[in-house]
């Protein structure tokens, strides 16, 4: 049967007969097509005149025309050129030759070292998993943060936002993630970033270690939306193969802001009306569909961290349509706080506002209790932290905030740490730091509780 797969693939997407149509006119992003009864998602060729070929892909109808939207640029284009219909379901070519390359949104390799080989074609949307098909999520995985691990600690298979303003380390904290987890496999999509910061992303935050056993797809900000959307459909389709390999893989997307932008752009090429904030319907029933495909199955499990930019402070960030939906979709979020940047915490994840929805499901009961003592610490310093600033808090008035200004050195050395610290990807150590930090918080509480009734 494995000798019939690639050719029963090629039978798959072939179109049956050879479909032609011609170019009536070119609206805003989208071509307009005549004679061309094709599928939505079908790939077509634009032939021009001056013999180039420009490819596409349908993406709507309207009346008796066929919407495409092109994958490059359209000058040279004009009416009347011929279209041919290519690809009726497209699949891309996945396989463990990708690990420490770097492709584009086509799945074709930028990074100069030849054609992938040994692939095998899978399909770029596939069905829907059976919900009753996915096991319970019960074992933690590391992320190499010990912010994340100590404090909302992820399981294998679970789904989180990484929610923050432009500026205050989310790639950084991202690149972290994909050197230091403990997962066998990362699968890393670069959507919608400026040019220069993919190369720097790469080099400096994944570096050559954390790429070696990563395949990351990208997508600049400066090409066409249909293939911004590609980049993260296609390493949704790169994870879940590994996934089916019996690897667990950790899909990192950055962001998730910007493929709802690029689905924005298609939506209103192709006629859809504007809802919510100038999205159509559409943006919202796609990213359900690529949210949900991340996950634990039989077989492996993709564990996903989706970034999302938010306008100001994420925790006020409610009138943003793309931030409430996936805050609705996924099992938790991570909130990055520009002012904690600014006073130099770093990584500047807000743990008091910051839940893993799973924590306690892989996390042991200690754990669980020192996590959530740490957090009534840290919440009951926060509350007098601008009368501590001003010198005019008491102490004496609330011993759990008097032991988060007393503790907050031994708090930030479990919470805090640079960029490049190795060795973070223990989980076990990370629970043993939280476990030992909450006993010697609860003893100087108690002390000071002590002196208060003398």
């Not at 090409?223 to 949704?236: F, K, V, Y």
Request: aromatic fraction near 4%; charged fraction near 25%.
């Amino acid at each position: 049967m494995s000798l019939l797969a690639e050719p029963m693939a090629r039978l798959d997407r072939a179109v049956p007969v050879a479909l032609r149509g011609t170019v009536l006119e070119a609206r805003g992003l989208a071509v307009h097509v005549v004679g061309l009864p094709v599928p939505v998602g079908a790939t077509i060729t634009i032939e021009t005149a001056s013999g180039a070929r420009l490819a596409g892909e349908v993406v709507g109808f309207d009346a008796d025309r066929t919407i495409v939207m092109p994958i490059g640029a359209t000058a040279g284009g004009r009416r009347g050129d011929g279209v041919v219909a290519e690809q009726f379901a497209q699949r891309v070519g996945v396989g463990a030759s990708m690990l420490g390359r770097v492709l584009n949104g086509a799945g074709q390799p930028i990074d100069q070292r030849g054609p992938i080989r040994d692939t095998v074609h899978r399909p770029l949307t596939p069905d829907p998993i059976d919900p009753l098909d996915r096991p319970l999520i019960d074992e933690p995985l590391a992320t190499g943060i010990r912010a994340i691990d100590a404090m909302a600690s992820v399981g294998r298979g679970q789904r989180l936002g990484v929610f923050a303003e432009p500026g205050v380390g989310k790639s950084v904290l991202l690149g972290m993630m994909a050197r230091g987890t403990a997962a066998d496999v990362n699968v890393i999509a670069l959507v919608g970033e400026r040019g220069r910061e993919v190369n720097a992303f790469i080099e400096r935050e994944l570096t050559r270690e954390g790429l070696a056993r990563s395949v990351v797809v990208c997508a600049a900000g400066d090409e066409p939306a249909i293939l911004r959307l590609r980049a993260a459909l296609l390493a949704t389709t790169i994870a879940e193969w590994f996934r089916d390999q019996g690897q667990d893989v950790l899909l990192i997307m950055d962001s998730v802001t910007r493929f709802c932008h690029a689905q924005r752009q298609i939506g209103l090429a192709a006629g859809e009306p504007p809802a919510t904030r100038g999205y159509p319907p559409s943006t919202f029933a796609v990213l359900s569909r690529l949210l949900e495909r991340s996950g634990r199955t039989r077989r492996g499990s993709i564990t996903g961290f989706y970034a999302v930019l938010t306008e100001g402070d994420p925790e006020d960030a409610g009138d943003d349509p793309v931030t409430d939906a996936v805050r609705g979709i996924l099992d938790g979020h991570i909130l990055l706080g520009r002012r904690l940047a600014q006073q130099g915490r770093w990584p500047a994840i807000d743990v008091i506002n910051s839940i893993s929805r799973v924590s306690d499901d892989v996390i042991d009961a200690d754990h669980r209790a020192a996590a959530r003592f740490i957090r009534q610490i840290i919440s009951a310093h926060r509350e007098v932290e601008e009368l501590v600033n001003i010198q005019a808090y008491v102490k004496g008035a609330n011993p759990a905030a008097d032991t988060g200004i007393d503790g907050a050195e031994a708090i930030g050395t479990l919470l805090l740490q640079g960029r490049n610290e190795s060795d973070v990807s223990n989980f076990t150590k990370t629970r043993d730091l939280t476990v030992a930090l909450a006993r010697q918080l609860a003893e100087h509480m108690e002390q000071l509780r002590r002196q208060a009734s003398e």
